[in-house]
């Protein structure tokens, strides 16, 4: 296949990975250990157990570098998978550059989204240890909507605890939540003690993922049936979505191609983590390639944020994990992109990019959605607000080849469709779409409860 022909690149469903890969076996430096939050020691399989399947506990503490998808898993995937790799000529031709920019477009599901690809095995994985309800958080409903989905395939009764925030401002996400059976619930609430605690203190509270992963992990722990699901930061999670750059990684050699640099959104890290590792992997081993994390700065995690041990949640009941934080006290503004509003970010991805290993930059709103609408005109797809952030950084990329008169090959996640967004996109059209900073004052206040934990 030649590429200067190509626009689409797809593969046949044979072509699914059947494993995904983990690449905590290729990392010098290992991600730090859990410690439990209840007895301040380093946390050992058996403590997830009353939140976790087995089967996904030994997941979050593997080394090893692949992982087979179960075959059920596997052909669920089939649904929508391989997802289609696009060359975004269009946008190309806009930006008059050299570079030659791709993109991964995970927006073909049902959902939307990236988030089925953890959604799936998640359930399945919950569905064999013999549970019958999972409880979950979402930011912007993407998650939500994925392990809804996902729980309905498999039987599972299913309780979404979602940012108040975003709660009121995606409708659309709440109803696609209850075709599929789910109960959605804006947090904070009056279902759990975390969230009354929350809203004596202050009524009017907007939320955060912080407050509303409290409310779910308290759900699950405090009923036998139940278990907590997680859509992004866990390693297993990350593990899950290496499938979107290991296609990746097979439909750019069928047209021999390489990536320069991989662009990302990243909140929790998942997305980020899914397009980049298979990458990041050649580059282990001595490849050159960068990889760039692309965040909001709103909630600059890790442009901003430490590298330090802090607890997963507001109500300090999930895992205390060493990683980039802005604290988890931090109360994030109302910004559109709802899935880039979580305090921390995944371990594995927190040290690589302390050791060096990846890149990270961050954005305002504004630009954001300019980015996402040159976008969406060039290309036909409307992108979510979370990927727009993306796009922005592979635009920047596209002029700098420009400026310096070289080609380069760019490669970014879409990692879903703006569809449920467009009260969003309205108020970017009318001009009330604020840049937000997130000032260095209000980390250092953010950051002062931090756990004194001693590896």
Request: proline share 5%; charged share 25%.
């Amino acid at each position: 296949m030649k590429r200067d022909n190509v626009t689409k690149i797809l593969l046949d469903e044979s072509e699914i990975p059947r494993q995904w890969y983990n690449i905590i076996a290729d990392m010098k430096n290992k991600p730090s250990p859990l410690f439990n939050p209840m007895t301040g020691k380093i946390a050992q399989p058996d403590d997830l157990l009353p939140i976790f399947p087995m089967e996904l506990i030994n997941q979050e503490f593997s080394t090893d570098r692949w992982i087979d998808i179960p075959d059920e898993v596997r052909n669920m995937y089939k649904q929508w998978r391989p997802a289609p790799l696009y060359r975004a000529r269009e946008l190309e031709k806009k930006l008059d550059t050299p570079a030659r920019i791709y993109y991964k477009y995970e927006g073909t599901n049902a959902t939307g989204s990236h988030k089925l690809n953890t959604a799936l095995p998640q359930a399945y994985y919950n569905k064999a240890a013999g549970i019958k309800r999972l409880a979950t958080e979402t930011g912007a409903g993407q998650w939500g909507s994925a392990i809804s989905l996902a729980s309905n395939y498999f039987d599972l009764e299913c309780s979404v605890y979602m940012v108040k925030v975003s709660y009121m401002q995606k409708p659309y996400r709440r109803s696609f939540m209850k075709t599929f059976g789910a109960d959605v619930i804006a947090s904070p609430s009056n279902a759990t003690n975390s969230g009354r605690g929350i809203l004596e203190k202050d009524p009017d509270c907007s939320g955060s993922l912080g407050i509303a992963i409290s409310e779910a992990v308290e759900d699950a722990a405090t009923h036998n049936d139940t278990n907590y699901t997680l859509g992004s930061v866990l390693n297993y999670v990350c593990l899950h979505q290496t499938v979107i750059g290991l296609e990746a990684k097979k439909q750019l050699e069928s047209i021999d191609e390489y990536p320069d640099v991989v662009f990302a959104c990243c909140g929790g890290g998942s997305n980020f983590a899914g397009i980049s590792f298979p990458f990041l992997m050649d580059k282990l081993n001595g490849k050159n390639v960068r990889a760039v994390a692309v965040e909001p700065t709103a909630c600059p995690t890790l442009t901003k944020g430490v590298f330090a041990y802090d607890y997963g949640d507001v109500a300090k009941v999930a895992p205390i994990t060493k990683m980039y934080t802005l604290g988890h006290d931090f109360i994030p503004s109302g910004i559109h992109a709802g899935g880039l509003r979580y305090h921390g970010d995944s371990p594995i991805v927190s040290q690589l990019y302390h050791d060096g290993l990846i890149e990270a930059v961050a954005y305002g709103q504004k630009a954001v959605f300019d980015a996402g609408v040159l976008f969406a005109r060039s290309e036909g797809i409307v992108p979510a607000p979370e990927s727009s952030h993306a796009i922005k950084a592979a635009i920047d990329e596209a002029l700098k080849a420009k400026e310096e008169g070289k080609e380069k090959v760019i490669l970014f996640c879409l990692s879903g469709h703006g569809y449920f967004d467009f009260t969003a996109y309205d108020n970017y059209f009318s001009g009330k779409i604020d840049d937000i900073e997130y000032s260095d004052d209000l980390i250092k206040e953010s950051i002062k409860n931090l756990p004194n934990v001693q590896e």
